[in-house]
Nanobody
Framework: QVQLVESGGGLVQAGGSLRLSCAASGRTFGSYAMAWFRQAPGKEREFVAAISGNILSTIYANSVKGRFTISRDTAKSMMYLQMNILKSEDTATYYC??????????????????WGQGTQVTVSS
């Protein structure tokens, strides 16, 4: 299992930007597909973006496509989510996740076997 710790959340005005980071421990970081999910109060956890292990293909939820960019630095065991043009509806707790089952990025939360504790993002309108 890989351990994950998110950081970089905070309060930002609509239209602004934030960069979330996810620090991973584990010697096989490069073999894990990684993803960001988010959960707003009273709502179910939803997929945001994912990136494959090694191959570095990416997928995004339609709601963030063109505004968010997922990336990873295998040498540093880090994953990032650059969030631009933030909207009030982006307000949520953001979680990073890793899959020990698959190299391929997927939207399904069941694929991911490790989760971080979350970081809060609040976008004021």
């Amino acid at each position: 299992q890989v351990q994950l710790v998110e950081s970089g959340g905070g309060l930002v005005q609509a239209g602004g930007s934030l960069r979330l980071s996810c620090a991973a421990s584990g010697r096989t970081f490069g073999s894990y597909a990684m993803a960001w999910f988010r959960q707003a109060p009273g709502k179910e956890r939803e997929f945001v973006a994912a990136i494959s292990g090694n191959i570095l293909s990416t997928i995004y939820a339609n709601s963030v496509k063109g505004r968010f960019t997922i990336s990873r630095d295998t040498a540093k065991s880090m994953m990032y989510l650059q969030m631009n043009i933030l909207k009030s509806e982006d307000t949520a707790t953001y979680y990073c996740a890793a899959s020990a089952r698959s190299l391929t990025a997927t939207m399904s939360p069941g694929t991911y076997t490790s989760w971080g504790q979350g970081t809060q993002v609040t976008v004021s309108s």
